[in-house]
């Protein structure tokens, strides 16, 4: 039973396209009495990208939906059709629904908003229909629990912009703070109820994870209390008891924060995916790419890509590092290249007097046609990768990525060069600012304490030089600061790696990048294998919304510690931002690929575990260094 | 999770709060509107609802006849050419009603009752069926090529047992000459039996020849089935082309419609742009001839 997400939640939606009947009847099958095939579908922004993954424009006309139209655009009175609203239950878009009523723009109404819709709304809801003695119009009101964007089988996100900006703000107000955190809490019991699954959460103490835990403990307790309610498939196992039974199949949440490891989101990346993502800028699974060098036919030949679960090599190759990635792109050219010659071999006509040779051309004509339409689906995919490695390598070449992903590997496994760190900040023409900008605040944090520590002079040489590549030093010292105020943050990080130390032998320098698990895996995995003498299952908090309700966080007895079980499956999610290069770190855990962490227990759950990740938003190191640098000017830097 | 039971508690709140409003009035307020079926709604729609009913009845047909169809049998070949006109016959069919709903959007559209975007959700419409019968269309032509393939291959066999045949008649020719030369050293007075013999052998000749060409109208019969099953399949192949090449009218149309209602925000921008430049130009024209005319009394006052 793996974590099914993201299919999960395309089932909501298409039950949600088809009006939200109890039995969905395809558009084929016939049946006693007609109902309504056709329907247009209003959404506003945000709803647009949590579909835009889960289902394409053209497969929305399979589930009967002839147009689709934002809710903020002028839209004009259609008759004879009813519409289904996919919205965000906000103010603005309750008085934008009532506007439609008044203007009696559909002839019904199928109301489906992305998260539970406060009573408040409600009833305003209903006021601006009865002033448009519209009520009777309105069949349906739904409250789906779908707002987060499911980016892949095991990723998601939810989407809050600046999610970090606000959590880690010190001239924040208070309610801001816990506008934040409400926002991260409604999300993640989204993404609970889409599963139809209360899970066990873990999360470090003190700190916003903390808040986030107990609040959803709440509001989870309280679904799992009403009658009725999304979670009741769960085998509900009676109150306040812990059978091992139920455990098993409850997956844990696990709640990190994102200065639990700010490295991984400011590092250069160098397998596929992540690569795409930071270099290309990848947003919903689409990838622009602008091919010609002259803004005259950039407009001419930008193309987008999608990047999905059924592109066979996509599938196959996220995780592989950039030069294999190249392989395998001129290896299926190639393949594909023989199958064309092959083709071409046996439609090519011989002696058509003979009249063995027409019935084999013509059966060697008809199985070509029959294997014409897979070989262009093949070219199509290859040409894909081949356009986005090529602009990929262009970007590396021009930037010099490899070296700053070189080096920041050295930083991050101890062997840190200072040299060769000052050499690359101060070179003009390698690398973008941003580059420089994430190489000096890693560098900044793995030499912030110990004996390695920067001196004041070093810090002003780093900070020169950064000024003079036109790069912010705002983020800089906006990390700095953190590290002198909570210096256990980075004493902890330092800790992880220095366990990593431990089992790679010194002075042998790992050419391969995956061999070094990123903390947030590191920990989902102990705190999944749950053994005794990790440190995470013992300092980390347990919330339980099925247990009775408890307010300290501390594990019941038997859940932690000798002869616990192990947990199966789990959620990874990072508040404050998260990308792919900590998504396949965490990918790895389910694989079974201990690397250089993990126990006895991890190896008998290899093929059974799944693992989830999902962060607030996925951030490229650009974006995080941009939000660090708006963080380090409001505190004055 | 369903809120429509809150939201309907709600507006019955608010209806009852309206002076004048009887609580039984209020619930039929606020009770949910049934929508009469689609096809009595809009002429549009029962068009859509008729080629609907047609393309379903023909998906199911294909599904009900497909294991017919690929069964091997000794009539199998006239079971299959009937489903296979019977399949054509639909598929015309429901392309003329998709014809026919084509034209009443488009009387709709020059009606002009409906605006940009329900002209556009009829596009839709219309592409949504021409998609389902291209899937329906698509279904049947695989159970073609299996056939195709299958009678390719019965092809190929029947050739390569049709070559050993033509050398059995003269083997028995050779046959019965042994016979004859046998029968020569029984006696002088079997000279009749000899020309007996040799009428029979005569006659073995005869039939060895109608044998030969016997097989070789069979040969000739092939190649022409051969001919036909390849001209079928270029038939078929037409069909999907043609099926296809509405579909992607249709799409461009529907493209075209969703296009204009996104030129009709452009265009209200422009629109208002114009508006405010030519009401500024007009300002300034008045403000020059102001201008002129001062500077004209100026300088007459001047000479004078």
């Given at each position: 039973m793996a974590l099914q997400l993201r299919k999960r939640q395309q089932d909501a939606i298409h039950r949600m396209l088809n009006l939200n009947v109890t039995r969905i009847v395809p558009i084929g099958e016939r049946e006693a009495e007609e109902t309504e095939v056709y329907k247009i579908l209003v959404m506003d922004r945000h709803c647009f990208d949590v579909i835009t993954p889960l289902v394409r424009v053209n497969e929305l006309r399979r589930h009967g939906v002839t147009l689709h139209l934002r809710l903020d655009n002028e839209r004009q009175p259609i008759h004879d059709v009813p519409a289904v609203y996919f919205v965000r239950p906000t103010a603005h878009n309750v008085a934008r629904i009532s506007a439609d009523f008044a203007a009696g723009l559909y002839e019904a109404y199928h109301l489906n908003f992305s998260s539970s819709l406060p009573r408040p709304m409600l009833e305003d809801l209903a006021a601006g229909s009865v002033k448009a003695n519209a009520a009777g119009k309105v069949a349906k009101v739904f409250d789906q629990y779908v707002d987060f964007v499911s980016l892949a089988e095991d990723i998601f996100s939810l989407a809050q912009k600046d999610a970090y900006v606000a959590l880690n703000d010190p001239t924040a107000k208070d309610a801001d703070v816990e506008t934040a955190v409400a926002e991260v809490v409604k999300g993640l019991l989204s993404v609970c109820a889409t599963l139809g699954r209360v899970p066990i959460i873990r999360c470090p103490r003190g700190g916003a994870a903390e808040m986030v835990a107990q609040q959803l403990t709440k509001q989870l307790r309280d679904h799992v209390d009403a009658?009725?309610?999304?979670?009741?498939?769960?085998?509900?196992?009676?109150?306040?008891s812990l059978s091992l039974g139920s455990r098993e199949e409850r997956p844990i949440l696990c709640i990190f924060e994102r200065n639990f490891d700010l490295a991984a989101a400011l590092q250069h990346a160098w397998t596929y995916a992540p690569l795409v993502h930071d270099v290309l800028d990848m947003r919903l699974n689409r990838v622009d790419i602008t091919q010609g060098s002259s803004a005259l036919d950039a407009a001419a030949g930008k193309k987008s890509y999608d990047l999905e679960d059924n592109d066979p090599f996509w599938r196959a190759n996220a995780d592989s590092q950039f030069p294999k990635v190249a392989e395998e792109v001129e290896a299926q050219l190639a393949a594909y290249k023989k199958a064309i010659a092959e083709v071409n071999a046996q439609t090519s006509l011989g002696d058509p007097s003979s009249d063995a040779d027409m019935a084999t051309n013509t059966q060697k004509l008809v199985s070509a046609v029959a294997s014409l339409p897979e070989l262009q689906e093949r070219k199509k995919f290859i040409d894909k990768h081949t356009n986005i490695a090529t602009a990929l390598l262009g970007h590396i070449k021009n930037r010099g990525l490899d070296e700053y992903f070189a080096l920041e590997e050295d930083l991050l496994a101890g062997k840190g060069d200072k040299t060769a760190v000052m050499g690359l900040l101060q070179a003009t023409g390698r690398g973008t600012p941003e580059d420089k900008l994430r190489l000096a605040i890693i560098y900044a944090m793995t030499h912030s304490s110990g004996d390695d520590a920067m001196s004041p002079a070093d810090a002003e040489a780093l900070e020169g030089a950064l000024r003079a590549s036109g790069a912010d030093a705002a983020a800089l010292g906006f990390v700095q600061r953190m590290a002198k105020l909570n210096h256990n943050l980075l004493d902890y990080a330092e800790r992880l790696y220095g366990q990593s130390l431990s089992a790679v032998a010194k002075g042998v320098k790992s050419l391969l990048a995956s061999d070094r698990q990123l903390a947030v895996a590191r920990a989902t995995e102990a705190l999944m294998s749950n053994e005794p003498d990790s440190r995470e299952c013992a300092e980390y908090a347990w919330y339980d919304a099925k247990a009775k309700a408890t307010s300290d966080g501390n594990p019941p007895v038997g859940a932690v510690g000798e002869g616990a079980p192990a947990h199966d499956h789990a959620i990874a999610f990072v508040m404050g931002g998260g990308n792919y290069l900590e998504a396949e770190s965490v990918r790895a855990i389910a694989k079974g690929d201990d690397g250089a962490g993990g126990g006895g227990r991890a190896g008998d759950g290899g093929g059974r575990r799944s693992v989830a990740y999902g962060a607030t938003e996925m951030l490229t190191g650009a974006e995080f260094v941009a939000q660090l640098g708006a963080l380090g000017r409001k505190t004055g830097h | 999770m369903d809120v429509s039971d809150a939201f309907r508690e709600a507006a019955h709140r608010a209806y009852a709060?309206?002076?004048?409003?009887t609580p039984d009035r209020a619930d039929a307020l606020v009770a949910p509107r049934d929508m009469p079926p689609p096809s009595a709604r809009s002429p549009v729609l029962k068009s859509a609802h008729d080629t609907l009913v047609l393309v379903r009845e023909l998906r199911a047909f294909v599904t009900r006849h497909r294991a017919d169809y690929l069964r091997e049998g000794k009539d199998s070949d006239t079971v299959r050419d009937g489903i296979e006109s019977e399949v054509r016959l639909s598929v015309k069919a429901c392309q003329a009603h998709i014809t026919m709903l084509k034209s009443t959007v488009q009387e709709v559209e020059a009606g002009k009752t409906e605006g940009v975007q329900g002209v556009a959700h009829m596009h839709g419409v219309v592409l949504i069926l021409t998609e389902f019968l291209q899937r329906v269309a698509a279904s049947f032509d695989q159970c073609r090529e299996v056939r195709f393939k299958k009678v390719l291959a019965a092809a190929e066999h029947r050739r390569r047992r049709a070559p050993p045949r033509p050398p059995t008649p003269p083997r028995r020719n050779v046959e019965p000459t042994p016979a004859a030369s046998t029968t020569e050293t029984i006696g002088d007075e079997s000279s009749i039996d000899q020309q007996q013999r040799q009428a029979q052998a005569q006659v073995h000749e005869t039939e060895g020849d109608a044998l030969v060409d016997e097989l070789t109208t069979l040969v000739e019969q092939v190649r022409k089935a051969e001919g036909q099953v390849a001209e079928l399949s270029a038939l078929s192949s037409l069909f999907a082309t043609h099926v296809q090449a509405q579909a992607a009218q249709i799409e461009q149309l529907y493209a075209q419609a969703v296009e204009s209602t996104r030129n009709l925000e452009s265009g209200n921008v422009q629109l208002k742009k114009t508006i405010k430049r030519r009401g500024e130009g007009s300002f300034i024209v008045g403000i020059v001839l102001f201008i002129a005319t001062f500077s004209l009394l100026f300088l007459d006052w001047l000479q004078g």
């Open positions: 009658r009725g309610s999304m979670f009741s498939d769960d085998g509900y196992a009676g109150a306040g | 709060s309206q002076s004048g409003m």
